[in-house]
């Protein structure tokens, strides 16, 4: 008989790891009603090292175990189980201790640019595409492993990405979750397994990646000195969907095939969800993805550059004694006139940190219009033309997304920090003609917790994963509760 979630009367956790923050959520149950509350927050972000630009994996791991301890005192009733979703792509190269051998490097990194080149000298874009259906990215997996090879790196040592990375030191078993696994750009189209052509052409070693599994999977009883710790005592570690985005939509409560999705935060993510790949040549030559989705569905998107371009400037103000809260920036924002000129957000050179008013500028003046100087004024007047350009960006992207797929949008969802803007929501609803609805800001702790309960709710979870329904009957319920914060509490 499959476990019923609410009646087993024990709490869950969930771990969002982010590019600039990460998160540690604890669901438990009030009168038979789930409750989630945001127990553990701490920031983050790449550093600047003599190899790169890194992140510092083992104060990532430090915070989540911080976290971990706060859960475990609040939940006497006791943990079922513990999930990690994060940001894509990035990698930790393990050696024969299954120990870091270095520090991770950040996507933003720009040793993948002469990897790139070299790749698709080897295997061009077209073929690529028609191979994994996979977005060509500089910063996707594939052009890090051949970046790494071009520096000398053994292409032996084993890796796993970064949130399969925790639950690898949490549970001991190393995977790669099938919808982060699908960003990698390393996955053959359609299945469920790595693209041996891929690996075999760019001289990658197939065996050092990890094995490939369902959302849902349980990778076993948690490992350690935390598995000491009395409510910690029979938990599983279980993977999510993997990938935040893939978990964020995982949490969007919609049924029926005319909405769309925007996943806002450091990147936006536009898309909709299908039930196959589509790989048209529009598709291709537009570069949209078709990443893994919980339930063997697709999550048809682009990446749009998102809300890490105005903390760029934000940083930037900042760093001349000026400073902006979001709501402050908005409220501003809502009383100016549409800019007369708008920006190319995917410009590339945006994309890399540093210097982004400067680049935004540079922009301007090839259309013979003033930019940004660095007085309050200024900096409301580049966040308006920064959320006009966004919106503008997103329209044309729902548009296509439209017309290769065949769908009839009607509504979209947007999730995420972002969908608390509510300018950008009102420029987007008039950019687009769809009725806009923003859900969760929490949306990716939600479809975390909810694949969660869909695989405690299974007899055989480790091997076929978790059904899309099921995951989309939990998504609702816990959509309707609100996500407090006690990080206000903890560092008060």
Avoid at 118 to 123: A, G, N, P, R, T
Avoid at 170 to 191: D, M, P, Q, Y
Avoid at 377 to 390: E, G, P, V, Y
Wanted: include cysteine.
């Amino acid at each position: 008989m499959a476990m019923d979630v609410a009646a087993n009367g024990k709490a869950l956790i969930a771990i969002d790891l982010g590019a600039q923050s990460c998160r540690v959520s604890l669901l438990q149950w009030k009168r038979n009603e789930p409750e989630i509350e945001v127990v553990h927050r701490f920031s983050n972000g790449p550093v600047s090292t003599p190899a790169g630009l890194c992140w510092d994996i083992e104060t990532i791991f430090e915070g989540v175990v911080a976290g971990l301890r706060t859960c475990a005192g609040r939940a006497p009733e006791g943990v079922a189980s513990i999930a990690v979703d994060g940001w894509a792509v990035d990698y930790v190269r393990l050696n024969m201790n299954s120990e870091p051998v270095a520090p991770p490097f950040c996507y933003r990194d720009v040793r993948t640019h002469k990897a790139e080149s070299e790749v698709h000298s080897i295997l061009p874009p077209e073929r690529l595409y028609e191979l994994t259906g996979i977005q060509i990215l500089r910063l996707n997996t594939l052009y890090q492993l051949y970046a790494d090879k071009l520096a000398g790196f053994g292409t032996h040592s084993p890796w796993v990405n970064l949130p399969e990375f925790i639950s690898f030191r949490l549970s001991g078993k190393r995977v790669s979750e099938f919808t982060n696994a699908t960003h990698t750009g390393l996955v053959a189209l359609g299945k469920h397994s790595w693209c041996e052509e891929i690996f075999s052409e760019l001289g990658l070693d197939v065996a050092a990646a990890p094995e490939i599994v369902p959302s849902g999977s349980v990778l076993g009883d948690l490992a350690g000195e935390l598995s000491q710790l009395p409510a910690f005592r029979e938990t599983k570690v279980i993977v999510p969907a993997s990938h935040d985005t893939a978990s964020a939509i995982a949490g969007i409560p919609a049924a029926g095939d005319d909405w769309a999705f925007i996943s806002s935060g450091t990147w936006s993510l536009v898309g909709t969800v299908l039930d196959a790949p589509c790989i048209s040549d529009e598709a291709r030559e537009l570069n949209f993805t078709n990443l893994g989705g919980v339930g063997g569905k697709i999550c048809f998107l682009k990446n749009v550059n998102g809300m890490w371009l105005l903390r760029q400037c934000t940083d930037e103000w900042e760093q001349r004694g000026i400073q902006w809260t979001s709501a402050e920036l908005i409220a501003q924002c809502t009383s100016l006139p549409a800019p007369v000129a708008l920006i190319n957000v995917d410009e590339p050179q945006l994309m890399v940190p540093g210097n982004t008013i400067q680049k935004i500028n540079a922009q301007l003046d090839k259309f013979s219009q003033p930019g940004f100087g660095f007085d309050r004024n200024s900096c409301a007047s580049l966040a308006n033309t920064i959320f006009h350009s966004m919106a503008e960006r997103y329209a044309a992207v729902l548009e296509r997304i439209g017309k290769i797929t065949g769908k009839k949008l009607r509504r979209l969802f947007i999730v995420g920090g972002g969908s608390q803007n509510s300018l950008l929501n009102q420029l987007t609803a008039l950019g687009t003609g769809l009725e806009v609805i923003p859900g969760s800001m929490e949306s990716t702790t939600i479809g975390n917790f909810a694949v969660q309960m869909a695989a405690l709710e299974r007899e055989s979870m480790a091997s076929s994963g978790v059904p899309a329904n099921s995951v989309a009957k939990w998504a609702k319920q816990l959509s309707a509760c609100e996500v407090v914060s006690s990080h206000a509490r903890e560092t008060s």
